[in-house]
């Protein structure tokens, strides 16, 4: 009888025909279908989580959790310092309102949904906004992607043939730089992008960015990361970063600039039927932890020997 081919051709056979399938993906290719998995998502998972936001002025730590109402945030913290007894009492004050008042909460949520709105608008954009070239791959980490997963890097450049359809797309005409793709979720990891240009929008009329600004957007598949490593699924993705940096004009002659970095973490999972005020009484459960936790922690030990300091 003929002698059979040895058992472990069969893998390296599927890796070799795996490597042909990928090499014939265009970087277009991948964007495409990365993008359309972004925005086919839907997950029906909810988090509570920490926002870190700096600006020129501020800073201010908040919780946040995602409720089926509309997402509910405290600030627990501002220039590293808990809030104090007024402070805190004008959050909880912010918080019932909204829990009293129906067509409050309702704006509210009309809020979050626009804002979903014009950031789908933009990543549906993005394989036609720019030309895209490959820029060999970065690891993946806790907060880019996943861990262990290596990132397919793109560089990108404006499609001078795109033509943008509305305000929100017109910023795109002037931005190069650089996404970071996990091929095997289909997912983006990392968009980082620089005007080139000054880019004007409402034809001019309204205003226009100045060159030089500058946008990074990265999210982690967050259950991988934060939740069960064992148990991961990489359809529960969130943002992890974001930074804006924009200076610029609008009616002509009203100077703006915007410049922030948000730094989300510490996700962990909450019932997707939680109402907002559920979420407001888990929130202050939270808080009441943290406070407890950080009375337990021991205290730096004093100079015992005073008379000897000048």
């Known amino acids: 009888m003929p002698r059979s081919r040895p058992h472990f051709l069969t893998p390296l056979v599927f890796l070799a025909v795996s490597a042909l399938a990928r090499a014939a993906d265009s970087p277009a290719d991948l964007i495409r279908r990365a993008v359309q998995n972004e925005v086919s998502q839907d997950s029906a998972s909810h988090f509570m989580f920490k926002d870190e936001r700096k600006t020129a002025h501020s800073w201010e730590t ?182 804006f940096a924009f200076t610029g004009k609008i009616l002509l002659f009203r100077s703006f600039a915007v410049r922030s970095t948000d730094v989300f973490s510490d996700f962990r999972p909450v019932p997707a039927n939680l109402t907002f005020a559920q979420g407001v009484e888990l929130l202050h459960k939270e808080l009441a932890a943290e406070q407890a936790n950080a009375k337990l922690k021991p205290q730096p030990e004093q100079d015992k020997n005073p008379c000897c300091k000048h």
């Open 62 to 243: 908040k919780l946040i959790v995602e409720t089926q109402d509309a997402s509910a945030g405290m600030i627990i913290a501002q220039d590293g310092q808990p809030l104090n007894p007024q402070q805190q009492q004008a959050e909880d004050a912010r918080l019932q309102n909204y829990i009293r008042d129906p067509e409050q909460l309702a704006w509210k949520k009309r809020q979050e949904k626009d804002d979903a709105e014009r950031t789908a608008k933009i990543v549906k954009a993005l394989p036609d906004a720019f030309l895209y070239d490959w820029d060999g791959t970065v690891p993946g980490t806790a907060a880019v992607g996943r861990p262990s997963v290596d990132l397919v890097r793109l560089k990108f450049r404006p499609n001078p043939k795109y033509d943008p359809p509305s305000r929100e797309q017109q910023v795109l005409t002037g931005m190069s730089g650089h996404v970071l793709i996990d091929p095997n979720a289909n997912r983006i990891a990392e968009i980082d992008a620089t005007l080139e240009k000054q880019v004007a929008f409402g034809w001019g009329i309204l205003g226009h960015l100045d060159r030089g600004g500058h946008f990074l957007v990265q999210q982690a598949g967050v259950q991988q990361a934060y939740v069960q490593p064992a148990k991961a699924n990489v359809n529960n993705w969130e943002l992890t970063r974001m930074e």
